[in-house]
């Protein structure tokens, strides 16, 4: 059954330290993102990637890191430089290619908060 | 930046009754993508629209593209409870420019 894996499902992050959220997927696709969802706030993009071993950073990379070691996986690190981590957190996937944005395939999410 | 504007925020409707929400870019957009977050879930695509003036229907939902390509709407007729969630449009504007959501409007359905 293909489809994208986010986790945990809910993570509690200590002040000063770093977590890595999960993000797997079985689609074959190419591209993959991290978007970070606050109350009201719709989607907001943190990184991208369209092919493995490359990443760009989206509208609110700061405090945040990606890598891109295979197709499959893209992990998000939330360093201690993010000062309000909490939120919820989508990772999705989309094949490439054409003129236009591929629909995009989002895992359940991960909902950080801090202690 | 490109940014996209969507209203209302939140919309109360009977069930039965339609719903209508917009979506505004201040850009012209190449497409336009829709999707529907239920609560507690993740955004689910539902549409997306390419050509200047496209209509395209999904048994109640009604979807429209502007002519000058920076406004969308989606129109639900005679909404049921299975309807509740949120509705989020995403637009592209040219060349390698990824997508930008709207903030999305909530639809709350009262029996």
């Known amino acids: 059954d293909g489809g994208i894996t986010q986790s945990p499902k809910y993570l509690f992050r200590k002040e000063g330290q770093n977590v890595t959220l999960s993000c797997e997927q079985n689609?074959?696709?190419?591209?993959m993102y991290w978007y970070r969802q606050d109350p009201g706030q719709g989607l907001r993009l943190i990184y991208y990637?369209?092919?493995?071993?490359?990443?760009q950073k989206g509208d609110i990379a700061e405090g945040y890191s990606v890598s891109r070691e295979k197709k499959e996986s893209f992990p998000l690190t939330v360093t201690s430089a993010q000062k309000n981590p909490t939120a919820f957190y989508l990772c999705?996937?989309?094949?490439?290619?054409?003129?236009?944005?591929?629909?995009?395939?989002f895992g359940d999410g991960t909902r950080l908060s801090i202690l | 930046g490109q940014q996209v504007m969507q209203i209302p925020q939140y919309q109360h409707v009977q069930e039965g009754e339609d719903f209508t929400t917009y979506c505004n870019s201040s850009?012209?957009?190449?497409?336009i993508q829709w999707y529907k977050q239920r609560p507690g879930g993740h955004p689910v695509f539902l549409i997306q629209?390419?050509?200047?003036?496209e209509v395209k229907k999904q048994k109640r939902l009604t979807f429209q593209f502007g002519e000058a390509k920076k406004n969308s709407s989606l129109h639900i007729t005679a909404t049921q409870t299975t309807d509740v969630g949120t509705y989020f449009c995403?637009?592209?504007?040219?060349?390698?420019?990824?997508?930008?959501f709207g903030k999305g409007t909530h639809l709350i359905i009262q029996p």
């Open positions: 850009t012209t957009l190449s497409n």
């Open positions: 629209l390419v050509k200047s003036g």
């Open positions: 990637s369209q092919i493995v071993n490359d990443f």
């Open positions: 995403a637009g592209q504007g040219g060349g390698a420019d990824g997508l930008t």
């Open positions: 999705a996937s989309s094949t490439t290619g054409g003129q236009s944005n591929q629909p995009q395939h």
């Open positions: 689609l074959n696709h190419d591209a």
